[in-house]
């Protein structure tokens, strides 16, 4: 699997294009602690594998891969509510600050053109 650039969400990705170290054995990323963190003064119990990996899904809350992915999934989220309007939190956790720079760029110069542009042309059609 090629590497996949961070873009929104609070998990940076492994060189292997996710969030496995060398041993190939899961480790929390930054979002998975942070919601483990606040489960603690809530009463939920910790993030699991199962959980984080149900958040990358299409219905779920993360937004992390690829800028095409990114797209794919706010757009896929658009055919569900038809919003106008997307907010995102995108240093989660222990994300360093180039990363974070990083994913603000690429969501600038490729997300979010590609998401206006997708948008436009499905109005006009529709």
């Known amino acids: 699997m090629a590497p996949l650039s961070p873009v929104v969400g609070g998990v940076p990705r492994s060189g292997r294009g ?4 060398a041993t190939g054995t899961w480790r929390p990323p930054g979002s998975a602690e942070v ?10 119990p910790p993030t699991n594998r199962r959980q984080f990996d149900a958040s990358l ?10 800028p095409q992915a990114v ?26 600050h180039d ?3 990083k994913a603000i760029e690429l969501f600038g110069t490729q997300v979010a053109p590609a998401i206006r ?6 109005e006009l059609v529709g």
């Open 18 to 21: 996710s969030s496995y170290g």
């Open 35 to 44: 919601m483990t963190r606040i489960g603690q003064e809530r009463g939920w």
């Open 57 to 66: 899904t299409p219905r779920g809350a993360l937004l992390v891969g690829s």
């Open 71 to 96: 797209v794919d999934k706010v757009l896929f989220e658009h055919e569900l509510f038809k919003h106008d309007r997307f907010m995102a939190q995108i240093a989660l956790g222990a994300m360093p």
């Open 99 to 101: 990363k974070v720079m």
């Open 117 to 122: 542009k997708a948008i436009s042309a499905s």
